[in-house]
């Protein structure tokens, strides 16, 4: 079972709405709450399955971003587990746009965590978000059912 979680800044300058948008084009599915108070307050998404990964694969095709988020996704992974952080100005535009959070993006990273139940899960999760390409198509496409 894959497991996702969203999370992000909630600045004070930041309208709340502006900032669940952003996660949900990307994340559509994910249940979204607000925790923590004054500047440390951040939005956070959950949701379960691999449906809550949909528009973050189609959009990595619309983009022709393939290469680079299998080079993200393959160098953050860690055993069951893949970090990577998002710029959510970007993701606001509804466009993935890989970033780190020494970077400092203004208004902080959408960090995003996958689990999965084991490393070869992850490995596949990989191979249907992000195959590998030749001249910028993918060499397959798998269905993955987590």
Known sequence: MIKLRVETPLNPTEDPKKVELAIRNIFPTVNITIEGEGIRRRMVGLAEGVDALRELHRKLREQRILDTARSIFKRKAIENIIVFHINKQVAF??????CEPEENPPL???TVEIVSDSAEKIAELIDWLAPPTRHGKPLFEREFHG
Not at 93 to 98: P, T
């Open 93 to 98: 535009m509804g466009k993935v746009n890989f």
């Open 108 to 110: 902080g990273p959408i």
